[in-house]
């Protein structure tokens, strides 16, 4: 029953999940004797707050701040904190939601809890971010702790948030806790913890392809997104001996038949910030289409023949007909690097084509799971280095694929990984619920 019609993302979220745990409902009667499904659709606890600050001009700007303490049977609350104007209850709740299974699939001693505001931190100075994130933690500093809930990146929140909000932490606390992740390298963060998300995602793309006698080795491959996951996710592309040859932002789509430059690509969006069309300055035989000229019912990016899909910029971002177009050029694989990017519709065009569809909870764990790899350092005080990282990384990555193909088979759907995630999440973290009482 929807008794607040306007969580259209968490429903959404919520109603993929519920469809592909049926089998196991039917067949094991102690979930239902357990109201898992009730327990786990209602949050912990969910936090929103005021966040006033005050912007350049000397304006006093309100935002809503939001942090959904999801589930904690396997560990501490974990998830990142998102900063974007369409940031809302619903959004966070649906994101709060997927991190659920996601953690749980990681075999990792992680709890689920997803945060952020509708900031947009877009043409802001760095005083005012500053300003802003300071404020932030204001509040949400009484909820943290190393074992309690300690949040990450996401959406326009990086490296520089998560100083502003580490320092606001620490003064208000006097503690130098792990209570953030994705922190600088300076201070406690982890090597390869950026590049985990997208790293992850390619290697979740390998596995797939070797479980059908293929490989990423020169696969035209598709990316939506130019931010942490797509740069990084196009940079294993490379490594792994694909060719990515897209990736977008708001303003619009680069193509490059090519490949996409990755020295160009860090240099317009990690040192300058720009619009991607700043990249044709340098590479004029690169092609853009401008977000104004994108088809009604879909995403440019997808319109471009490509043997494999990496949607790793938002939610929603690649509809029924995008998928269309896609399997109609021929795709062979899609990996989501971003959370619920592909909707119901278009996933359920892929499964039933029986393409490669490897689900964001699965294909983008590597991020949440290189996080856990930050907490261990810094409980335990220790560095690891770049390459012994991106090692755990990868075996963390096999595991994941095949915990949710195994599965999948044991349902009876073997190229059914949304299924089989969903599945393999539900039993881990639904058993240690119940093992834990009724909390
Ligand atoms: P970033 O902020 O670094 O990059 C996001 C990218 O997507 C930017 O290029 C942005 O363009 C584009 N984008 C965002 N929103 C929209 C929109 N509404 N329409 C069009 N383009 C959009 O975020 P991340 O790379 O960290 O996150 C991307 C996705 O991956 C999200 O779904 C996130 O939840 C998911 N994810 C991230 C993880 C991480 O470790 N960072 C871990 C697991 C999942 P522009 O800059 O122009 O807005």
């Known amino acids: 029953e929807h008794s607040s019609p306007a969580q259209t993302e968490f429903y959404q979220a919520v109603e993929e999940v519920l469809d592909s745990l049926r089998p196991i409902l039917e067949n094991d009667e102690i979930y239902r004797h357990q109201a898992i499904i009730e327990r786990l659709v209602e949050p912990e606890r969910q936090i929103m707050f005021r966040v ?11 935002n809503k701040g939001y942090r959904i303490e999801f589930n904690s049977a396997l560990g501490p609350y974990k998830g990142g904190l998102r900063f974007h104007p369409s940031v809302n209850a619903s959004i966070i709740k649906f994101l709060g939601f997927e991190q659920v299974f996601k953690n749980a699939l990681t075999g990792l001693p992680l709890g689920a809890g997803k945060g952020g505001a509708n900031f947009d931190p877009k043409g802001k100075s760095d005083a005012e971010i500053m300003r802003f994130c300071q404020s932030f933690m204001n509040e949400m500093y009484r909820h943290l ?10 959406i326009g929140v990086g490296a520089r948030e998560i100083g502003y909000l580490f320092g606001q932490y620490k003064r208000l606390s006097g503690r130098y806790d792990g209570v953030l992740t994705g922190k600088s390298l300076l201070w406690g963060g982890s090597l390869a913890r950026r590049e985990a998300t997208g790293y992850g995602c390619a290697y979740f793309a390998q596995y797939m392809l070797e479980a059908k006698g293929d490989s990423l080795a020169g696969k035209r491959c598709l990316v939506s997104g130019a931010g942490n996951v797509a ?8 490594q792994l001996g694909a060719l990515p040859i897209t990736c977008s932002d708001s303003s619009g789509t680069l193509y490059h038949a090519d490949g996409i430059n990755l020295d160009t690509l860090k240099n317009v969006k990690e040192v300058r910030k720009a619009r991607l069309n700043i990249y044709l300055d340098s590479h004029p035989d690169a092609k853009f289409i401008p977000a104004s000229e994108y088809p009604e019912d879909g995403h440019a990016v997808w319109r471009i ?9 938002t939610q929603n971002e690649l509809s029924a007909a995008d998928a269309e ?12 690097g971003a959370n619920m990017p592909t909707t119901q519709e278009a996933a359920d065009l892929f499964l039933d084509a029986k393409i490669c569809f490897g689900p964001g909870k699965a294909a983008n764990a590597g991020g949440v799971s290189v996080s856990q790899l930050e907490m261990a350092q810094n409980a335990s005080m220790q560095y690891w280095s770049f ?7 990868k075996e963390i990555m096999a595991r994941i694929y095949r915990n949710t193909s195994e599965t999948a088979k044991e349902f009876g759907e073997p190229h059914n990984l949304v299924l089989g995630a969903n599945i393999a999440g539900f039993r881990r973290v639904a058993d240690a619920m119940i093992e834990q009482g009724v909390v």
Do not use: M, S
Request: aromatic letters at 8%; one cysteine or more; proline letters at 9%.
């Open 52 to 62: 006033p600050w005050v912007n350049d001009a000397g304006e006093i700007q309100v």
């Open 145 to 154: 702790g190393p074992t309690i809930d300690v949040p990450a990146g996401d």
């Open 231 to 238: 740069i990084y996710a196009i940079e294993k592309l490379y």
């Open 305 to 313: 023949p490509g043997d494999l899909a990496f949607p790793c910029a």
């Open 325 to 336: 177009t896609l399997l109609g050029n021929g795709c062979i694989g899609v990996a989501e």
């Open 387 to 393: 390459d012994e990282v991106d090692r755990r990384l």
